[in-house]
């Protein structure tokens, strides 16, 4: 019966893992993220795993672990002390919905620069500003808040945000 199991794999090493997996006749689910990369100055958009160091793997544990165990790049199967923990349909399927064509989740507000928006929650609520930019992977974005007659930075989570149409 085949069933999902999380693979912890070598540092940096998902992709490698997740391919030889996949030669393997084993089916692999290796989300991943925008991210925003700081390099001398200047900011640009990547693409790195959702969950570093893990990738998902389905495949029947009595017949494959092995296979999985000792493939190139995993470190191991997680599990308990009795052998593999599988994981439920359902939340891959969650992810899985949130995932685009390319294997990159979509994050749940699109904001770019010089779009309008008004903070939902927080001691800034009601303000309206404009987007300048994402700050990190965590979800921060700096905002030009417009505050009498004066235009202030402000960093906050993009969940305190509504993009204004």
């Known amino acids: 019966m085949n069933s999902w199991f999380v693979i912890q794999t070598k540092p940096k090493k998902e992709r490698a893992a997740a391919r030889f997996l996949e030669q393997g006749a084993i089916e692999v689910f290796f989300p991943k993220m925008e991210a925003v990369s700081i390099v001398y100055g200047t900011s640009?958009?990547?693409?790195?795993?959702?969950?570093p160091n893990y990738?998902?793997?389905?495949?029947?544990?009595?017949?494959?672990?092995?296979?999985v165990n000792w493939s190139r790049g995993v470190s191991r199967v997680v599990g308990f002390q009795n052998g593999p923990a599988p994981i439920?349909?359902?939340?891959?399927?969650?992810?899985?919905?949130?995932?685009?064509k390319k294997g990159v989740v979509k994050k749940a507000l699109h904001l770019k620069a010089q779009d309008p928006v008004r903070v939902r929650s927080g001691?800034?609520?009601d303000l309206m500003g404009i987007f300048e930019r994402w700050v990190s992977d965590?979800?921060?974005v700096k905002v030009l808040l417009n505050l009498l007659n004066y235009?202030?930075?402000?960093?906050?989570?993009y969940s305190q945000l509504e993009k204004l149409t």
């Open 44 to 51: 640009r958009k990547v693409v790195k795993s959702l969950f």
């Open 151 to 157: 235009t202030a930075r402000a960093e906050l989570h």
């Open 123 to 125: 001691p800034l609520k």
């Open 55 to 67: 990738i998902f793997a389905r495949f029947d544990p009595f017949k494959s672990f092995r296979l």
């Open 88 to 100: 439920d349909d359902e939340i891959i399927e969650l992810i899985k919905r949130r995932v685009d």
């Open 138 to 140: 965590e979800g921060r």
